[in-house]
């Protein structure tokens, strides 16, 4: 009886250890309470009553209209996740649309809390991802309408987009809540900035290119 509840114990542990991605849910539902937040933290969100629970709270509509790319990097990333759908809360998935200038860029970003699926709707991606220490390879495709390609969890990636005409992407994420780090923002446009000691140190350069990169953000 007692090895019994061991080898439960450490099943559990182990499967807890190889979960990728967000806990799974514990019931049919749990609707986000988004506004106002109750005074409580917990790993998600709060549930509300499943008695008043609407069709509209597993809804989004206007995926089919186009972000702003006029910006520094030619992109725009439409999230469509717990904070815009809150049936999403416990589920473990949310979706993204990203538009693309001609020659517009997704800078080398992670999501830390999810892998992504991508398919391309229109245009041509030049897309990659970097695997972890040691090896830091690069790994690398260029993608036509109707192309599938996937992002790992946690890997740095980026998706450009390679022609001169626009080109529209939609993404599957394995998190409610996914997350984002873009690379370059986070290292040199952090609030408040990470010293140019450092920075120079890390990146083996003059403190003075630091300086000049971080006056960018
Ligand atoms: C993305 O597009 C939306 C809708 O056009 C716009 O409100 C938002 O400011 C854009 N974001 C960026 C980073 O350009
Ligand atoms: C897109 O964003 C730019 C810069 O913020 C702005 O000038 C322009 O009016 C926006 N375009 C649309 C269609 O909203």
Redesign the pocket.
Known sequence: MAAHILVLVLLAFTCSLTDASDPSPLQDFCVAILKPQPPVFINGFVCMDPKMVQADHFFFYGLDMPG????NVGSNVTAVNVNQIPGLNTLGVSLARIDYAPYGLNPPHTHPRASEILTVIEGTLYVGFVTSNPDNRLITKILYKGDVFVFPEGLIHFQFNMDKTNAVSISGLSSQNPGLIIIANAVFGSNPPISDDILAKAFQVDKKVIDLIQAQF
């Not at 702003?68 to 910006?71: A, E, I, K, L």
Request: proline share 0%; aromatic share 0%.
């Open positions: 702003n790319t006029s910006n």
